[in-house]
């Protein structure tokens, strides 16, 4: 079964999903609630992803990119963002291609069907964990570097995870010599290496998770009081974190309110 029937889909739209279930890829209308500009405290990753981003649209040297670190900070977010604002800006679009973190396998086909297309695709996989041990560890890990199938110039892979080597298994094992640790190790950091660019996202303290609230507030038209402020830093206490996304939350809730 092919997972690209029909190849003018991509005429339709930007954004695409592939469903493992229907082995297809499939076009998906994304609905942008904030822009680029509205994810916060990030500044140089946020400059580094859209130049890496551009200079492939461009036809420039560009890399695959990971990005790694605190969950809620925007990883996924400012990918999809600045797909969106470059094809604003230029008339050879990118296709932004989501796989699910299940559907490695069928990676060796969907760069094989893709590569000969006459569009760039930024193939995107969100918050993705693997055992170094799988077979999905070792052949995105061929993909990325060593395969013929690397060396498609129209696709670019940008992955997120909250690891920073992308791996789950412990790389410190009981009863082991320490060279076999030093190759446990080796293996571990060997996908994540892979990558050109790698970002890290890192917990944002309560001085910034206020001021991002405060922005997220201004621009959905909310006017906060003092004692929803208290109210900002109590609902960051049962999120446990003081990311974007729980400062984005708590607007939402207090939007629902009025």
């Known amino acids: 079964m092919k997972i690209l029937k029909n190849k003018n889909i991509f005429k339709e739209n930007d954004f695409f999903l592939l469903l493992p279930n229907l082995m297809e890829i499939v076009s998906w209308k994304h609905e942008f609630e904030i822009n680029f500009d509205d994810i916060l405290f990030v500044e140089d990753q946020k400059k580094k992803l859209f130049e890496n981003i551009k200079r492939f649209s461009t036809n420039l040297h560009s890399h695959n990119c990971f990005l790694w670190g605190a969950r809620g900070m925007g990883k996924s977010s400012l990918i999809k963002y600045a797909v969106k604002r470059i094809n604003n800006e230029i008339s050879s679009k990118i296709k932004f291609v989501e796989i699910f973190n299940h559907s490695l396998k069928y990676l060796p086909e969907l760069i094989y069907f893709l590569k000969d297309l006459n569009y760039k695709f930024l193939i995107f996989i969100d918050d993705i964990t693997l055992d170094n041990s799988q077979n999905e560890f070792k052949l995105f890990k061929s993909i990325l570097d060593g395969s013929l199938l690397s060396n498609s110039q129209n696709v670019k892979f940008y992955v997120t995870s909250n690891l920073r080597h992308l791996s789950i298994k412990d790389p410190i094992e009981e009863n ?56 900002a830093l109590e609902w960051s206490l049962e999120k446990g974190n003081f990311s974007g996304r729980t400062a984005y939350q708590f607007i939402q809730s207090l939007k629902k309110l009025r």
């Open 176 to 231: 082991v010599d320490d060279i076999t640790k030093k190759d446990n190790y080796s293996n571990i950091v060997s996908l994540s290496d892979r990558f050109g660019i790698r970002l890290g996202f890192f917990e944002n303290n309560k001085e910034n998770y206020l001021k991002i609230v405060e922005h997220y507030a201004e621009i959905n038209g909310v006017s906060l009081k003092k004692e929803q402020i208290s109210m």
